[in-house]
């Protein structure tokens, strides 16, 4: 059984970076294409940045595109969310998932494996 825990939200002013961390326990990582998904009070979920697990290929929203970037860390069993230039429309619940040999299409159908979210704050 896969356990995501994310970490790393907060408040920070328009223009800042933040650093989300998906930590996993239970099964390696790297054997699941991961995606962050995030979902602001009054809209829909959305799928942020992925990382696939057979070539390690990513994908990124077009809102998100040039700004965030997705990696893996083998070694701590995590993967990471790189947020750069961040903008109030940035605000939202972030959530770590986890499905065995997906592509990364940016809908949430066969993930299996939620975290519990981290709350991410952009505003001056």
């Known amino acids: 059984q896969l356990h995501l825990v994310e970490s790393g939200g907060g408040l920070v002013q328009p223009g800042g970076s933040l650093r989300l961390s998906c930590a996993a326990s239970?099964?390696?990582?790297?054997?699941?294409?991961i995606t962050w998904f995030r979902q602001a009070p009054g809209k829909e979920r959305e799928g942020v940045s992925c990382?696939?697990?057979?070539?390690?290929?990513?994908a990124h929203a077009n809102s998100v595109k040039g700004r965030f970037t997705i990696s893996r860390d083998n070694d701590k069993n995590t993967v990471n969310l790189q947020m750069n230039s961040l903008k109030p429309e940035d605000s939202a619940i972030y959530y770590c998932?986890?499905?065995?040999?997906?592509?990364?299409?940016?809908?949430?159908?066969?993930?299996?494996?939620w975290g519990q979210g981290t709350q991410v704050t952009v505003s001056s």
């Open positions: 998932a986890a499905g065995w040999d997906l592509y990364c299409s940016g809908g949430s159908a066969g993930y299996d494996y």
């Open positions: 990382i696939r697990n057979r070539d390690g290929s990513t």
């Open positions: 239970g099964s390696p990582l790297d054997t699941y294409t």
